[in-house]
């Protein structure tokens, strides 16, 4: 016989399915994503030119994490990771010649301040803080005040120290509030992919600045973390709207 089940566990096998085609389909919406980094790194070599057709190889794993997030979340998402991943693509290709290197770090600024408005919408619930938020909070300014303290000897002795010096100061503070309010949401891929973005950036700054010498497997660190990044961010915005979703169907129900 057949047990028959309440309307309170009705609602939980149905809302378990419907998790499960949710994240089959969001899976077949990031095969391109995977596929075209798959390609950029099968591409990619030490050697490798700066051309247009490496700008698009380079760029398209981003372009295609916003498609995803336009088609799951709606044009709404264009003022939020969807526009910051967009602006992330302008700074792949700009960081492809390195003499546009502080218009692809201003396109990122752009995109960091794209993805810090986002964890402030709706779609993340308010938390209260707690001593354990605050101390979080601390740390991650002081990462960032500290690694512009460290980069500053060396910012001061590159070709272009007058623009980089106050620019690279407010990227850090870009970056640092966007991972500060990545912490709030308490996302766990929204926080792990500010964390992986920060890890990126910083070890392409000890590269580009000559704080170290040119690493070994220093390219692949950088796009191995910035690529995670993106993906985690596009991940946790979707998951925070379909959690937004469920709760409002949970409330009517």
């Not at 609602?11 to 399915?17: D, G, Q």
């Not at 995109?111 to 803080?129: I, K, N």
């Not at 709030?184 to 792990?192: G, I, K």
């Not at 985690?232 to 937004?244: R, T």
């Amino acid at each position: 016989m057949t047990p028959i089940l309440s309307k309170e566990e009705q609602l939980v096998a149905m809302s378990c399915a419907e998790k499960v085609n949710k994240s089959c389909t969001l899976l077949f919406f990031l095969l391109p994503f995977f596929l075209s980094s798959a390609l950029y790194f099968y591409m990619w070599t030490p050697d490798s030119p700066a051309s247009i057709i490496a700008a698009g190889v380079k760029s398209a794993p981003t372009l295609l994490l916003a498609a995803a997030v336009l088609s799951w979340n709606g044009g709404q998402s264009l003022l939020g990771v969807a526009g910051g991943l967009l602006f992330s693509a302008v700074g792949d290709c700009c960081l492809i010649w390195p003499e546009l290197f502080v218009h692809g770090m201003g396109a990122f600024a752009v995109a960091h301040l794209m993805y810090s408005v986002t964890f402030l919408s709706s779609r993340y619930p308010t938390y209260s803080s707690t001593s354990w938020t605050f101390f979080l909070y601390l740390i991650m300014l002081m990462i960032g005040g500290g690694a512009y303290m460290y980069l500053y000897p060396f910012l001061q002795k590159a070709p272009d120290s007058d623009l980089l010096v106050p620019g690279v100061g407010v990227y850090i503070a870009l970056i640092s509030l966007m991972g500060t309010l990545a912490i709030r949401t308490r996302h766990t891929a929204t926080l792990l992919g500010s964390l992986s973005f920060i890890v990126s950036d910083l070890a392409l700054a000890l590269q580009v600045f000559k704080v170290t010498p040119q690493l070994k497997h220093g390219h692949i660190i950088v796009m191995v973390t910035y690529y995670l990044a993106q993906l985690l961010i596009a991940v946790g915005d979707i998951k925070a709207v379909e959690n937004k979703e469920d709760f409002g169907k949970w409330k009517r129900s």
